[in-house]
């Protein structure tokens, strides 16, 4: 079974900030790990994707996540917030070899402060 | 040229009722699934379809079921509307990653 957490259900950060979103995944075999943004209103969007290989991944609007084994982490970053960020942040994880089950994290609201 | 598109994008009707969401991709995709969001955003799959075939079925009641037509249809159909069915429902399609929906508001009164 998978499960994800993350820490934080409101994240403020000011504009030109880093921008730092826990998750913390818990998976019985290797994990598929994604980021997924939700816009007021809006459907999810994929940030980007963990399957294999590389372990820093990157994503669209300059977001990259590191997935640390040891860690059991994948936390998303963002070197400076534009005040388009602000948004709604979901860590999802999947059985390795298929993304069709997809278990969410709670979600993580992030407000960017001018 | 949307990828998935739902109708409507809001619903409200009362207790009691019956109601269906609609669901259309274009991308092609074998796999098409319902998430309901709750008032906390929380996200939760509902039901997956592959190939017009369920592959996954959540604990959810009864009330709630989905109808696949098409390989690119996944329509959810729900009965006897109770208020706790208020939520946001999404509908995605996926040949890998997941493509989401904009969503579907559907108020119970």
């Known amino acids: 079974a998978q499960s994800v957490t993350q820490l934080g259900s409101h994240v403020s950060v000011s504009e030109g900030a880093l921008v730092l979103l826990r998750c913390n995944y818990s998976s019985s075999v290797p994990p598929y790990l994604f980021w997924y943004v939700q816009y007021p209103n809006q459907g999810l969007q994929l940030l980007l994707k963990y399957t294999t290989g590389a372990t820093l991944v990157k994503g669209i609007n300059g977001f990259e996540a590191e997935f640390k084994k040891s860690e059991t982490s994948f936390h998303l970053t963002k070197p400076s917030a534009h005040m388009s960020d602000a948004a709604e942040y979901f860590c999802?994880?999947?059985?390795?070899?298929?993304?069709?089950?997809?278990?969410f994290g709670s979600g993580t609201q992030l407000t960017v402060l001018p | 040229d949307t990828a998935v598109s739902q109708t409507p994008k809001y619903l409200v009707t009362q207790m009691g009722n019956d109601k269906s969401i609609k669901c259309e991709q274009n991308l092609g995709h074998d796999t098409m699934y319902w998430y309901k969001q709750d008032s906390k955003k929380f996200l939760k799959i509902m039901f997956s379809y592959n190939n017009k075939e369920l592959i996954i079925n959540e604990t959810v009641p009864n009330r709630f079921s989905p109808k696949s037509p098409d390989k690119a249809h996944l329509n959810l159909h729900i009965n006897s509307l109770e208020l706790g069915d208020s939520a946001v429902y999404f509908c995605?399609?996926?040949?890998?990653?997941?493509?989401f929906g904009p969503g579907t508001r559907l108020t119970v009164l």
């Open positions: 999802a994880v999947s059985r390795s070899g298929s993304a069709r089950q997809l278990t």
């Open positions: 995605a399609s996926s040949q890998g990653e997941q493509f």
